[in-house]
């Protein structure tokens, strides 16, 4: 069973400051982590998502670094903006069955002005 | 091309009720998972299917079945609704042909209130 634990909880970030959220996981996972961002009312979409063969992926403002020996990954959201108050949700795929994902418990982002 | 869609988008019961929600993926993804969102658990994966066979399984109990049918449609079912089965219920469709990890779209989620 794959457990995954994700913090902080919630995140208060001042308009252009970077937002930092973690992950850790337990088991040996699939090959691919990915983070996804949920707005109010909305079902979670794909934010960014690494594969292990490399340590860091960036696309535009959001960044994953990944620590695979110590079975680590965050995400670092740059230049943050109010647009990016939303929860954000870690997970991991469980060994040998990708297509289930174990989601971390989530983080509130607020940005304020 | 279109996304993932669900009917409906909300739903109340009460309790002993039977429900059924549906879950359209995007075109040419066989797989589609079920999940339930709730403020005290989470996101919890209920079960998978691909090409009409249920594949991966969560935790949850008998009542919560599903099923997919030949064009990649899903609906789940849940049987004898209790109170605490009140939820944002999200279908996720996927390609997973490589064998990898594959996206996993999200549907706006059913959002169920049993009374």
């Known amino acids: 069973q794959q457990q995954v634990k994700q913090s902080p909880q919630s995140l208060i970030v001042q308009k252009g400051g970077i937002s930092i959220i973690n992950c850790a996981y337990e088991?040996?996972?699939?090959?691919?982590f990915p983070w996804y961002q949920q707005f109010p009312g909305k079902g979670p979409a794909l934010l960014i998502a690494i594969r292990p063969d490399v340590s860091e992926k960036k696309e535009g403002r959001f960044t994953i670094s990944f620590n695979k020996s110590a079975k680590q990954f965050s995400l670092h959201i740059m230049d943050s903006q109010p647009g990016d108050s939303a929860t954000y949700f870690c997970?991991?795929?469980?060994?040998?069955?990708?297509?289930?994902?174990?989601f971390g418990t989530g983080t509130r982002l607020q940005v304020t002005l | 091309k279109a996304g993932v869609t669900q009917t409906p988008r909300y739903l109340i019961k009460t309790r002993g009720q039977q429900v059924t929600l549906s879950c359209s993926p995007i075109?040419?993804?066989?797989?589609v998972s079920w999940y339930q969102q709730t403020p005290g658990q989470g996101l919890q994966f209920l079960f998978e299917y691909f090409s009409e066979t249920q594949r991966n399984k969560g935790n949850f109990p008998g009542r919560f079945s599903g099923r997919q049918f030949s064009n990649s449609r899903s609906e789940m079912n849940v049987s004898t609704l209790e109170l605490g089965d009140s939820a944002l219920y999200l279908c996720?469709?996927?390609?997973?042909?490589?064998?990898?990890?594959?996206?996993?779209?999200f549907g706006p989620g059913t959002r169920l209130t049993v009374l």
């Open positions: 088991n040996t996972a699939f090959d691919y």
């Open positions: 996720a469709s996927a390609l997973t042909t490589s064998g990898r990890g594959d996206t996993q779209y």
């Open positions: 075109s040419g993804h066989r797989s």
């Open positions: 997970a991991v795929p469980n060994t040998g069955t990708a297509s289930k994902l174990t």
